[in-house]
């Protein structure tokens, strides 16, 4: 009963429900996202955390429907975003969706802007597409969204060769936001960026964000981006959530070994001088994913169970973690104090 | 398996480093020996897999097979030479599958023959324009500055008169005959392989290992081709395939201009000038050794773009 | 940019010296001469002696040469020993003959090769990139007079739809054009696919499609101008290699062309003509190869301030 | 995928081998080679050009324009300029000459000459036509003529003609006479000369040099000329020296190609061919709507020996004998004419004045096979050099093959024809020549048949035969008045040439052809190939 008035409660911007990517190239099928689920309140931002080939990107492509096909197979449950079914959508409604309702951050700036097309153009090019105005007046929202990313107006006219990285990823927010989108996917918005100009960019999205109250995934690999913009953080591991809760929940009530592992691995600021404890391993290779809990060869607490089917647990109402031990009595795992 | 090859190519690279300036016992042409052995399996490997390469390598060998076997059954003077009027232009059948030409002649056999031609222009021309193009470019791209600007210019002089015209100035000027035939169209390229052999040296001329190499006293010469050309190979090797095709087209356009290999060799070219004037009654005259020439050069070519995959693995990414 | 114009133009000076050397000189190579072949049956040798000086055919290769150079520098190409009339007078009548055909094939070839190489790029590794590629590299790997011949076997005297030959309205082009538009297209379809292909896979076309671009926009818009770049540079190359192809195709269309002008000069030994031809036809294809850099700058607005600069 | 590919590639070379094979699918239909004996019959042709074909009234109507595909580019209307036949057979349309070959009688007749008179061998009187009429509507008249023969002896490609006269004398408006430094029986052979064709004073007077070189007497004007593509005519309504042409319009338009000329005839775009191919021979013949115009070619073609190279077995007369012996005409002419020409056994050329039918050398393969090994010419390997005239290449190629059936290997050079003739004329002991296959086109007298090519001063002994004997012979025929003694001597000459000291072999004289749509008449052939359109017309019917 109250679990249904939850879910009645829950204003859902996103909801996936077991999401799968492969990728069938001449070496063999990758699979790039097994299974995954995932649910976006409105208004919330979620950072989506994992190391580099977990699947996070090809996640968000996914979710926009932009996995490159061939090679690339999605296969889903249901992807509705503000309770539109996405799957469902034919090309054109789905043209319409990309850029207004759901747009999409990219993680190298240097070469996610067109190189022959001015940037006032490829700003005003997504307001044109979407908001029923002319070219010019397309082009004079460019020159407004370009001053309020922090960009003079008068550059709009210029190439992106002329503008620096921080200044170009600035225009990709820009292109992004050009259309007040309800989903905004920033994928590692910052990684290519000097750590000054990283800042700079994060604060405008915080701002922007509120702003306009758009929700928001933040794909990173840095926790503490997740910790300075998101409200919740879930953790992927070869192509599926493995953790999720609050930040709360997961940076103080970490559950999964594999975000243990994480965490270890984070220099201490407090202690600079203290061991860096790497995890051991390399995550597996995506063409043939071990039987069960793909982080189990890594895993300190692995045990036989693992390699059975993993099931989501539920450690709270905001809180899951999908691994078996929490099945043996009196698990826990060991943290490292910070 | 890109990563790892870029990996150890950047590993030998720097142990090619350590070993120069520490310890010159170990000598460079052994690691290069060594980097390509493994780097020729990995051509291999990546040129397995396009299927139209390997067509075209088995055709090749096909073909050169045939011209070299044509050689041992038939008899020039008595298959080539000799002409049998009563039997001109007979239409394909059992007896001639290609038919026969207007002197009477086995179609079939002088194309089988003629192969070892086209073969013969295409390939020593290219050697020609290889040697003696990667050569300059070589030269060029290592000394820079004059000689490299002396160069450059001179070949923008050869490759600024268009190929064929080149080629009958060539051949008017020094008469017909295979030789000469196959120097021309060997000229005629010689500024293609200089450019690409320049291009291809230029990022390697600055490279530490050079300057190694220059620093611990190796000769100029040595450097160039111990260190400097492996580098250039790979689109040398492309350039050369590409050529061989190139240089058996332009063979035959002189051939069929009237300026190829002397009468009665049957070279494809000159075959199919010659029977261009009966093309209406007997177009098998034309047809057989214009598709002989249009596979061996399809063969080439395909060759040369499975080799350029395989050399460039970029693409495949 | 005006400053890089000029740079290059002086640069394709020594280059067309060098050109008018070679040729003169293989030219005086060659066994035979003009005379020879404009002398009477019965000439004397007095007579053919006047011919000679007549036509400055007296003294070395090299005196000749350099009297011949004294004049060309001032932009002089001489008279036509066998035509006896200013070269640049011939070339100037022959060479928009050609110039039509060269574009003709250019505009044939662009017709089939840039839809074949995107169709083939964006359908990488499907049956149509494989037929794609095949038959673009037929048309490389084909002698274009034999492809000529076979056309006109098919379209001229099978079918009696287009002329065999000759110049005389829009008809007598299309069956030239396409012979040697179809050997250019070979080449132009695999750089326009592999250029695509690089394109395909950059980001930016990502952002373009997360936009809510339309497919079709993202390939036509955002990609093929991007792609066009390294098409344009060959470009230059391609239209070269028309001219040089043009020289087949003039003789089996029997085109009045300056490739079959040259030709001819040099079967004749006209050694004036032959030379002024080439360095005339080295010249503007130098000179297209420069305009198509330019064109190139226009594309590439990240080129354009290179030259700025 | 892999696979995909595979069948892609496939497929492509099955359609493409699919359209070729249907480019040429019409290989089946058999055509029959003519024999070299079937080709005796001239096509009609229009009478005399200057007499006849007025134009009829009434009912008969005639294509406004005609052209003709010419094989060699037109460069020049000046006549003086050229000697090249293309050049040639425009200019004989629009420009005239004092006398010319009646191309049907093939008598040195008057063209714009009425008549003349050998005063001395070295003294002429012409009188020129009354009345004729240039283009610019001036009357020609013997100023005129001495203008000509002023610019003529400028011009290197005339003045060999100019050189022999040396004094030009006018006696009224219409009469001239002319004094030459040596005697000359054949000096109206002279005035024949394609280039000396006569110009207007007048116009050269008032207009640039290059307008005044169109004006001539002939029955076209020149109209128009696209370098490479075509030259075109009208016709001359004011022509009083010939009846204006039915024909309005005259275009010559240059195709290389011989099989493309055919296509261009046969689709209707062009009315008359020049040299088609022999394979297309059957194919106008048999046609309703073209028809093949031919004639007995003077041209003789010919494999020569370089009696003057020193260390070559070639100097040998036994060894010439067995090449004489040793080759089958017939089947050469098969190989190098389909079988239209004309075997020759003598090296004289048929039908010309004083020609003798000697039996000449026959074909023996044994005796040529004794003979060959008597002189120890088996096994060896001897150069052939010619030049790449399509004829050429094809007895070259067909001799190299009958020459290995005894043992002798040739090789074989083609060169460009200038190269050939700057080779063949140079100084035979250093040239390096050994075999060579040239022709010969004796457009006039029997004099001239025999000097240039076997005189010691000949322009084009190729063979270098330095012979006193022949010399003294060949001197005294030219100067012998009494006929009978001058054809005795030709045929001396013949026969001791042909048999006895052979510096060539004769093979044949090649039929001279043009390839024409049904209903053209007044195309005249001519020997050397300066081919008559002036009275060209087509008759079209409703």
């Known amino acids: 009963m109250s679990e249904k008035a939850i879910e009645k409660q829950k204003d859902l911007i996103l909801d996936v429900k077991n999401l799968n990517v492969r990728f069938e190239t001449d070496d063999g099928i990758v699979r790039a996202v097994n299974g995954l689920d995932l649910e976006i309140e409105r208004g919330h931002a979620i950072g989506l955390v994992g190391e580099t080939g977990a699947g996070k990107t090809t996640t968000a492509l996914a979710l926009l429907r932009l996995v490159p096909d061939p090679p690339g197979v999605v296969e889903c449950e249901k992807l509705e975003l503000d309770g539109r079914d996405v799957l469902g959508m034919g090309i054109k409604e789905l043209e319409k969706v990309r850029g207004k309702d759901i747009s999409m951050i990219f993680q190298d700036p240097m070469t996610a802007l067109n190189p022959v097309f001015t940037v006032g153009d490829q700003i005003a090019e997504s307001i044109f597409l979407h908001e029923d105005v002319s070219y010019v007046e397309a082009q004079k929202r460019a020159v407004a969204m370009l001053e309020l990313v922090g960009i003079p107006g008068e550059r709009a006219g210029e190439y992106p060769h002329q503008f620096s990285g921080g200044m170009k990823q600035r225009v990709v927010i820009a292109i992004a936001l050009a259309c007040h989108p309800q989903l905004l996917i920033a994928d590692e918005p910052t990684t290519a960026l000097d750590v000054t100009i990283q800042a700079q960019v994060l604060d405008l999205m915080k701002n922007l964000r509120q702003q306009y109250q758009t929700s928001l995934i933040m794909i990173t690999h840095d926790l503490g981006i997740v910790a300075e913009i998101c409200d919740e953080v879930a953790v992927m591991y070869a192509g599926n959530i493995v953790e999720k809760g609050t930040l709360e929940d997961v940076f103080n009530r970490t559950k999964h070994p594999y975000t243990e592992g994480l965490f270890n691995s984070l220099p201490n600021i407090r202690d600079r001088k203290a061991m860096l404890t790497p995890i051991k391993g390399l995550m597996p290779d995506p063409t043939s994913l071990p039987e069960g809990c793909p982080f189990s060869p890594r895993c300190p607490y692995a045990g036989e169970d693992c390699t059975a089917p993993q099931v989501v647990r539920n450690i709270s109402a905001t809180h899951f973690v999908r691994c078996c031990a929490y099945d043996r009595p009196g698990f826990h795992i060991e943290r490292k104090e910070r | 398996m890109l990563l790892l090859t870029r990996a150890s190519k950047r590993a030998i690279r720097s142990e090619v480093n350590a070993v120069e300036t520490v310890k010159r016992k170990f000598t460079a042409a052994e690691l290069q020996q060594y980097k390509k052995r493994s780097m020729f399996g990995e051509v291999w490997r990546n040129y397995k897999k396009s299927p139209s390469a390997m067509i075209g390598l088995v055709v090749l060998v096909i073909i050169i097979v045939v011209a070299i076997v044509a050689q041992f059954i038939y008899d020039y003077d008595t298959d080539i030479v000799q002409q049998n009027i009563k039997e001109r232009f007979q239409t394909p059948s059992a007896e001639h599958p290609f038919g026969t030409d207007q002197y009477g002649r086995d179609v079939l056999t002088r194309v089988l023959y003629g192969a070892k031609y086209s073969l013969a222009v295409g390939i020593v021309s290219v050697a020609i324009s290889c040697v003696l193009g990667s050569s300059l470019g070589l030269i060029a791209g290592y000394y820079g500055g004059f000689t490299e600007n002396l160069i450059l210019r001179v070949c923008e002089v050869f490759a600024g008169i268009p190929s064929v015209l080149l080629g009958i100035a060539i051949m008017s000027a020094f008469g017909q005959s295979i030789v000469v035939l196959m120097f021309a169209i060997g000229l005629v390229y010689v500024p293609m392989f200089a450019r690409t052999a320049r291009a291809a040296v230029l990022p390697v001329r600055d490279q530490e290992y050079i300057e190694a190499a220059r620093v611990s006293g190796v000769g100029d010469l040595k450097i160039i081709f111990g260190h400097v050309l492996p580098n250039a190979m790979s689109p040398i090797i492309v350039q050369v395939t590409m050529g061989v095709a190139n240089g058996i087209l332009t063979a035959s356009s002189l051939s069929f201009l009237g300026l190829g290999v002397p009468v009665p060799a049957p070279e494809w070219g000159a075959m199919l000038s010659g029977g261009r004037e009966f093309i209406r009654d007997y177009g098998y005259l034309t047809l057989f050794p214009g598709l002989a020439i249009m596979i061996t050069v399809l063969v080439f070519n395909l060759m040369g773009d499975g080799l350029r995959d395989a050399l460039d693995p970029k693409l495949k990414q | ?309 | 995928m892999k696979h995909t590919k595979i069948i892609a590639l496939l497929l492509c070379i099955v359609m493409a081998a699919a359209t070729l094979l249907g480019c040429t699918g019409g290989t089946d239909t058999p055509v029959t080679t003519p024999d070299a004996g079937q080709q005796g019959g001239t096509q009609t042709n229009a009478p005399d050009g200057g007499s006849t074909g007025q134009p009829s009234t009434g009912d008969v109507k005639y294509k406004e324009e005609i052209v003709i595909a010419m094989a060699d580019e037109f460069t020049t209307i000046d006549p003086m300029e050229t000697t090249a036949e293309t050049n040639q057979i425009v200019q004989d349309c629009t420009h005239d000459l004092l006398t010319d070959t009646n191309l049907t009688t093939m008598q040195n007749e008057g063209e714009l000459v009425d008549h003349w008179e050998m005063l001395a061998p070295d003294h002429w009187r012409f009188v020129l036509k009354d009345n004729v009429t240039f283009h610019d509507g001036t009357i020609l008249n013997v100023d005129d003529v001495e203008f000509t023969f002023q610019r003529a002896a400028e011009k290197s490609t005339t003045a060999n003609y100019m050189a022999k006269i040396s004094e030009f004398i006018k006696v009224d408006d219409l009469t001239f006479e002319v004094k030459l430094l040596a005697g000359d029986v054949d000096f109206n052979y002279t005035m024949a000369a394609n280039s000396l064709a006569i110009l207007s004073k007048e116009a050269f007077e008032t207009m640039p040099e290059e307008d005044a070189i169109k004006i001539g007497t002939g029955p076209w004007v020149f109209e128009e000329f696209v370098s490479g593509d075509y030259v075109s005519l009208v016709r001359f309504e004011g022509s009083t020296l010939y009846p204006v042409p039915n024909t309005k319009r005259l275009v010559f338009r240059m195709i290389p190609e011989a099989s493309a000329r055919m296509i261009a005839l046969e689709n209707g775009e062009v009315d008359v061919i020049m040299t088609p191919n022999a394979t297309d021979y059957s194919r106008l013949t048999e046609s309703d709507d073209l028809q093949l115009i031919t004639e007995t070619g003077r041209t003789q073609n010919f494999v020569g020996f370089n009696l003057q190279n020193p260390d070559c077995i070639v100097t040998d007369p036994v060894f010439r004998q067995a090449v004489a012996y040793g080759i089958d005409k017939d089947e050469m002419v098969i190989a190098a004419w389909d079988g239209y020409a004309q075997v020759s056994t003598s090296m004289m050329c048929r039908d010309m004045g004083y020609y003798a039918d000697i039996e000449g050398i026959p074909y023996d393969p044994e005796k040529a096979q004794q003979l060959f090994d008597q002189c120890g010419a088996t096994g060896k390997t001897l150069h052939l050099v010619t030049s790449d005239a399509a004829h050429r290449t094809k007895m070259a190629e067909n001799f190299q093959a009958q020459m290995k059936k005894y043992g002798i290997t040739i090789t074989v050079e083609f060169m460009q024809n200038s190269a050939l003739t700057e080779l063949n004329t140079s100084d035979g002991t250093t040239s390096g020549v050994e075999l060579y296959i040239a022709s010969w086109t004796p457009g006039k007298n029997a004099d001239y048949m025999f000097r240039n090519p076997l005189h010691s001063t000949g322009g084009r002994n190729y063979s270098h035969l330095m012979d006193p004997e022949i010399d003294a012979l060949i001197d005294a025929a030219v100067a012998e008045t009494d006929t009978t003694k001058r054809a005795e001597m030709y045929k001396e000459l013949q026969e001791r040439i042909t048999c006895e000291i052979i510096p060539w072999v004769p093979i044949a004289q090649p039929t001279l052809t043009l390839g024409a749509a049904k209903g053209v008449t007044g195309a005249l052939l001519h020997p050397g190939l300066v081919h008559q359109f002036k009275m060209i017309e087509r008759v079209i019917e409703d």
């Not at chain 3, 000439?43 to 055919?57: C, D, F, K, S, Y």
């Not at chain 3, 499609?209 to 339309?214: F, L, Q, Y």
């Open chain 3, 1 to 309: 940019m005006f400053r890089y114009i000029i740079k290059r133009i002086l640069m394709m000076i020594p280059v067309l010296l060098g050109v008018s050397f070679v040729v003169y000189y293989l030219m005086d190579l060659a066994p035979g001469d003009i005379i020879a072949q404009m002398a009477p049956q019965d000439a004397t040798p007095e007579q053919i002696e006047m011919m000679r000086e007549e036509l400055g055919m007296n003294g070395s290769v090299f005196e000749r040469y350099f009297r011949y150079l004294g004049k060309l520098v001032q932009g002089d190409l001489g008279t036509s020993l066998s035509q006896k009339r200013p070269v640049m007078e011939l070339f100037l009548e022959r060479f928009p003959v050609t110039v039509e055909l060269a574009f003709g094939s250019i505009l044939v070839a662009i017709l089939i090769s840039v839809p074949l190489g995107i169709a083939a790029a964006t359908h990488h590794r499907t049956w149509l990139d494989g037929t794609s590629m095949v038959t673009a590299m037929l048309g490389v790997s084909m002698p274009s007079f034999w492809l000529g011949l076979l056309l006109i076997m098919l379209f001229a005297l099978k079918l009696g739809w287009l002329p065999s030959g000759g110049r005389e309205g829009f008809a007598a082009l299309i069956l030239p054009a396409l012979t040697l538009g179809a050997n250019q297209a070979g080449s132009l379809t695999r750089i326009t696919r592999s250029s695509m292909l690089d394109v395909i896979r950059q980001d930016y076309l990502r952002t373009a499609r997360a936009k809510g671009v339309s497919e079709k926009q993202v390939i036509r818009k955002h990609a093929l101008k991007n792609a066009l770049i390294p098409i344009i540079t060959v470009f230059g190359s391609t239209l070269g290699g028309a001219f040089g192809g043009a020289i087949m195709i003039e003789t089996v269309f029997s085109w009045p062309g300056v490739g079959r002008l040259t030709v001819r000069a040099i079967n004749d030994r006209d050694m004036t003509l032959a030379t002024g031809c080439i360095i005339m036809f080295t010249m503007f294809m130098t000179l297209t190869i420069l305009l198509v850099d330019i064109a190139y700058a226009f594309v590439d607005p990240r080129i354009k301030a290179r030259y700025s600069k």
